[in-house]
């Protein structure tokens, strides 16, 4: 029995404690975590948004999506498309289970009323293999007491 619980302290050790100093995995994606030192309180309450949006769409967990998602959202994917919250949600969940995602260059910026995230997503095979590469902005306002993703645009990154 104590056996059973200690591995089970491992597995979630192993999911919350980074990698390194500051790296996380949530669900399928790997997170390299900007140096929050100078962020505010809504800085890091975006970047616990952000952290948990991975875990969730690996997780195919449209509930919590659609806290974090404005019903209003409006988008557009990395390869051009346009779309609002039910057509992304459709996205997520042809996500390939084999695939996995790496994110960095991470940057939450606080302005008048809003806050914009822009990151790197790649997207690699189970070995590794980078498969396509993006950039994205995500902006958040507060509505009703949250925050929420009312609009997002994505840039597909051109291999040379």
Do not use: C
């Amino acid at each position: 029995m104590f056996e059973r619980l200690l591995a089970g302290l491992y597995i979630a050790l192993a999911v919350v404690v980074p990698l390194h100093a500051d790296e996380v995995t949530e669900g399928q994606t790997r997170i390299t975590l900007p140096d929050t030192s100078g962020y505010s309180k809504v800085q890091r309450e975006i970047l616990a948004i952000e952290r948990h949006r991975s875990a969730a769409i690996a997780a195919h967990d449209l509930t919590w999506l659609a806290t974090a998602y404005a019903p209003d959202f409006r988008g557009i994917t990395a390869g051009g498309m346009r779309v609002d919250r039910e057509t992304l949600f459709k996205v997520f969940a042809r996500d390939n289970p084999d695939s996995r995602f790496l994110i960095d260059e991470l940057e939450i910026r606080q302005l008048e009323g809003v806050v914009t995230v822009t990151g790197r997503l790649r997207t690699t095979t189970m070995a590794g293999e980078v498969v396509g590469e993006s950039r994205y902005l995500h902006v958040y306002v507060r509505r009703k007491g949250r925050w929420a993703i009312v609009n997002a645009a994505g840039s597909a990154v051109i291999q040379r």
